[in-house]
């Protein structure tokens, strides 16, 4: 197959005439701040620091502590943080893109665990405030497409998910990592029936241990929001954004593929692997281009690239694969 | 109804129509159309069309059931415009933004795609109706190979729903309401037609 050579890390093929400016997504966020100041107004005086201080933060690049990294994508602006955190898919909060926004407010992210288990030579729980100190937090920007054919450039926090993998020292029979979601009917009263809760994904054991895998656990160097998967997620950007799985609370190592919800639910449109392929159609529309967010409808549509554009990180993984067969 | 009325009736129906469109070109120009700016237009041309053709079919169940509302049918040759105006822009909307005017494209996702063909069918069938609806037309055709034809509408938003089900995931149920709306008024046409017929065939009391 014709791997087309990616323009990374750069990300160079996206002309800077059609990228969001600064100004822009910095404005909207003082139009966040600004609504916040408000909200505490009404909310009282003990609360103002409470309210103020997410969005204060977010203007002013972070509560977490963070490093720059190497494996972060340069050259292209980033979606507004308004975008990234109205415009979601998070089924246990409602179907439409709005809805986890609205509805994610009630998820527990304190106190939160990652409880690892199966194949591996140390079992263990990991505490949420031991995840955010394993290692030094770095920023990455990383392309996000997802499979219905828009993306974004998201600045995520975390480290490689491979540092949390070497501490629970999988046995050689692992040959899988299933990730399970946060779930509970009664804080996810909107999840859609017919789906298997909780929300399962999975990966090959090199796909997990991939440097550009990324265990993240803030977005725009300050926490993240709860429709964006908090406390702790993964994001997989050579992969279509359902394989990223949301608010982690089990890691489980095993020796055979894991059921995975999208495949489970049409295995026809969602394939295991699903890492991003415009040669290889979904039933119902084409993936060789992608609607950026935020963009202007007449500037919106890009070429959507092989593996998202991270081919040289992670083309290698599939050798003699035939990719259009394991979708 | 007086002409007063029915002028300011109208101009209200226009209005109403025009409502959905409007918001878009004002979103267009204030760069104000939502994260996803070539969905929120698909999606709200897509579901006006189906909206105003699914009201245009209500005009004549209404009409039976109570013969007070005899004027509507003065608005239904309006709103079936308005439909095919909205479904005509969403059909552009997917030629311009999704297929680049690329009929290479467009020709592989109407074979391909099902929910598609669902769609292009719709649109295609809309077309002779919207030729027709002149009074000059009902005059040239005759009024029943007017309504013989223009029976065609029913074909049209079954595919209009079809599409709508099929372009969204398995689990989602948003086309539900208006599946449900046009469900109803199917089966209104036939069961007020048996009413009226058992109504008129009772024996008057003499």
């Known amino acids: 197959m014709l791997i087309r050579k990616p323009d990374l890390i750069s990300g160079s093929s996206i002309p800077s005439s059609e990228i969001t400016p600064k100004e822009k997504w910095l404005n909207r966020r003082s139009f966040l701040a600004g609504s916040a100041a408000a909200g505490a107004l009404a909310l009282g005086a003990n609360r103002i620091a409470e309210v103020i201080s997410p969005s204060k933060s977010a203007m002013a690049a972070g509560k977490l502590d963070t490093v720059k990294s190497s494996l972060t994508t340069t050259g292209e602006e980033p979606t507004t943080l308004h975008d990234i955190t109205n415009y979601n898919n998070f089924y246990e909060f409602g179907t439409d893109k709005t809805d986890p926004a609205k509805n994610a407010g009630g998820l527990p992210t304190r106190p939160w665990s990652i409880k690892v288990s199966g194949l591996v030579n140390k079992p263990q729980t990991f505490d949420i405030e031991q995840i955010l100190k394993l290692r030094p937090l770095e920023d990455r920007t990383y392309r996000f497409r997802c499979v219905e054919g828009w993306s974004m450039v998201i600045p995520w926090v975390g480290y490689s998910l491979s540092e949390l993998i070497k501490l629970c020292d999988p046995t050689p029979k692992a040959k899988y990592v299933q990730f399970l979601s946060y779930f509970s009917g009664k804080v996810e009263k909107w999840a859609p029936f017919g789906y298997n809760w909780p929300y399962s994904e999975g990966l090959r054991m090199d796909e997990a241990m991939n440097p550009l895998a990324l265990l993240t656990v803030g977005l725009y160097g300050d926490v993240l929001p709860n429709q964006d998967g908090a406390p702790v997620r993964v994001i997989l950007p050579w992969k279509y954004g359902f394989k990223s799985a949301k608010s982690i609370v089990q890691i489980k190592f095993v020796d055979k593929q894991p059921p995975t919800t999208w495949n489970d639910q049409a295995p026809n449109e969602y394939g295991f692997y699903s890492n991003v392929n415009p040669d290889k159609d979904h039933p119902r529309w084409s993936q060789k281009t992608e609607r950026r967010i935020g963009q202007p409808f007449y500037a919106q549509r890009h070429p959507t690239l092989m593996f998202n554009g991270y081919g040289d990180f992670v083309a290698s993984m599939y050798n003699g694969m035939d990719l259009k067969k394991n979708f | ?206």
């Not at chain 2, 209404?62 to 709103?79: D, N, Q, V």
């Not at chain 2, 680049?100 to 391909?112: E, S």
């Not at chain 2, 109706?129 to 065609?152: F, P």
């Open chain 2, 1 to 206: 109804m007086n002409k007063t009325t029915l002028i300011i009736l109208k101009t209200l129906v226009w209005i109403a129509c025009l409502y959905p469109v409007a918001v878009l070109v004002y979103g267009a120009v204030t760069n104000d159309l939502g994260p996803d700016p070539t969905k929120t237009i698909t999606f709200s041309t897509g579901l006006s069309a189906l909206r105003l053709l699914i009201i245009s079919l209500a005009i004549t169940p209404l009409r039976k059931l109570w013969s007070r509302l005899s004027w509507l049918i003065k608005f239904r040759r309006l709103l079936g415009l308005f439909a095919f105006f909205y479904a005509s822009l969403h059909l552009l909307t997917y030629m311009g933004l999704y297929s680049y005017w690329d009929p290479h494209v467009m020709v592989q996702d109407v074979l391909k795609r099902r929910f598609i063909t669902a769609g292009v069918a719709a649109w295609l069938l809309l077309v002779p109706l919207a030729l027709t609806s002149t009074t000059a037309s009902i005059r040239r055709l005759g009024g029943k190979r007017w309504q013989q034809l223009h029976k065609l509408v029913y074909l049209s938003v079954c595919l209009g729903l079809l599409h709508y089900w099929w372009q969204v995931k398995s689990g989602v149920t948003t086309p539900l309401g208006l599946t449900v709306v046009m469900a109803v008024l199917f089966i209104a046409r036939p069961v007020l037609d048996w009413w009226k017929a058992r109504k008129a065939a009772k024996p008057s009391p003499a």
